[in-house]
């Protein structure tokens, strides 16, 4: 019944966000009846909502639930005059985003009307590997994590996006030698992602966050003082023993 009633909140998605009854239990993978029923149950308790249209759609009340987990509202409240500054220096993508196996999700984005195009979005999925965030936070992820995805099919979005286990490796050895993780026109051409990784209360990394810019008349090093010292400021207020250290200890310590 659990696995029935997931399968239905998976039937939405940001590209149908809205769903008849017909529709999720197609999606779903369940007869009309069942669905009917477990979709009422839903309805009920606020999981879903039925618009005029006789459409359902995901409801208040998951955001309610949504906004106990920990790497989700309370990161982003601590995030956000950090993420704020790291606009202003731009103007163009500020991301943050936490890891959920070899994808990140992301949780805020600032953006100007006039930005560089990025795909990301506020609940939006992406591989980790071809991103700021993605390789700032596999590089300070445990041993086995970065070894699974080092061994997985890489996905290609450009001739740029890292596509082979030892390119990746390389990659996040890079990242821990110099704090930051720079994507070059890896998911679209003319993008320049620079990320850096946030370390929770138990040194671990929980997050990381990302300046996405055009790469013309942009230079990544330029960049890297900024955001390395907003993910630096996010651990700090998240408690991380790390931040208090030196630079030099927090750059190299594994």
């Known amino acids: 019944m659990t696995r029935r009633v997931l399968d239905i909140l998976g039937a939405f998605s940001a590209e149908r966000p809205a769903l008849s009854i017909t529709q999720i239990a197609h999606r779903a993978g369940q007869p009309l009846s069942t669905a009917h029923r477990l979709v009422a149950e839903l309805t009920r308790w606020g999981a879903l909502e039925r618009d005029t ?10 955001f309610e639930v949504a906004a106990l987990a920990p790497r989700g509202p309370a990161l982003r ?6 993420l704020e500054d790291l606009y202003e220096a731009t103007h163009e993508n500020v991301h943050l985003a936490v890891l959920d196996g070899l994808d990140v999700v992301y949780i805020e984005r600032i953006s100007a009307r006039d930005a560089v195009h990025v795909f990301s979005r506020v609940g939006g999925r992406w591989p980790a590997h071809a991103t700021g965030v993605g390789l700032a936070m596999l590089a300070y992820s445990d041993r086995d994590l970065q070894e699974r995805a080092i ?11 890292i596509a082979s286990g030892g390119a ?4 996040l050895a890079e ?3 110099t704090g930051v993780a720079v994507s070059d026109g890896q998911v679209e051409s003319f993008a320049l992602s620079v990320g850096a990784p946030v370390f929770g209360p138990d040194d671990t990394v929980v997050a990381a966050v990302a300046i996405v810019v055009p790469n013309t008349g942009w230079d990544a090093r330029s960049l890297t003082p900024v955001v390395r010292a ?21 750059l190299h310590d594994r």
């Open 77 to 82: 409240e601590a995030a956000m005059p950090f």
């Open 151 to 161: 061994a997985a099919p890489l996905r290609r979005f450009t001739d740029r996006t």
């Open 168 to 171: 990746l490796r390389r990659a």
């Open 53 to 62: 249209a006789g459409l359902y759609r995901i409801g208040l009340r998951l």
């Open 175 to 177: 990242v821990r030698r």
């Open 230 to 250: 907003s993910a630096r400021g996010i651990s700090r207020v998240l408690g991380a023993p790390r931040a208090v250290r030196p630079p030099a200890t927090a």
